[in-house]
């Protein structure tokens, strides 16, 4: 169902925007180049249409609209098995609009948000098992509020507050002082050459 709203929205966007011509370029082809802005050339101008890479079999691996140059609309990504990887927005060569990645099964692996290239909002990330492993927030690009990260198993890593003043308050970062094997159920004090004298 997320997935399916998530589409909708970029569909929308991506009739908002100039139209792409229905042109595909491979990125391999070697008559295609970059000028000091990061603006992309073929034949002599600024390109339009779609750069495309394509996995060794065959199979569709990327897809990215350009305008004039500049990353424009909504880039995919997919896995060998031609499952989505990626859909990533951009307006006027800048990351805008809700970024998401996706497992080879179709669960999410992140969400990150942009506003002109700059992160804004919410962005997390999750592990293949589903669980979360970060809840990061920014402002105008620059990391604030709560920031929270977790290990594999669930367990938290990370904890903190970014205020106005840009410091840190909380569980900033987590580092264990013994070796913890879950599997064996050992666990072994680390030992350094101050504590061996």
Request: hydrophobic share 30%; aromatic share 14%.
């Amino acid at each position: 169902m997320k997935v399916i709203f998530c589409f909708s929205i970029l569909l929308v966007l991506a009739g908002c925007g100039p139209l792409i011509p229905d042109i595909e370029v491979a990125e391999s082809d070697e008559t295609l180049s970059r000028d000091k802005k990061g603006r992309l050339h073929y034949e002599g101008g600024l390109f339009s249409g779609y750069l495309v890479e394509y996995y060794p079999g065959g199979t569709l691996k990327s897809k990215s609209a350009y305008s004039e140059g500049l990353l424009e609309s909504v880039s995919y990504g997919y896995y060998p098995t031609g499952e989505v990887m990626y859909v990533r927005p951009y307006v006027k060569g800048e990351k805008h609009g809700t970024h998401t990645g996706y497992y080879p099964d179709g669960s999410l692996k992140f969400q990150y948000h942009f506003v002109t290239g700059k992160s804004a909002g919410n962005h997390q990330e999750w592990y293949q098992s589903g669980l979360l492993a970060k809840d990061l927030n920014y402002v105008d690009g620059q990391p604030f509020g709560s920031q929270k990260m977790w290990r594999p198993d669930g367990k938290i890593r990370s904890n903190y507050v970014i205020r106005e003043d840009g410091r840190r308050y909380g569980l900033v970062g987590v580092k264990r002082c013994k070796n913890i094997d879950t599997e064996l159920e050992q666990i072994t004090r680390l030992t350094s050459a101050i504590y061996d004298k």
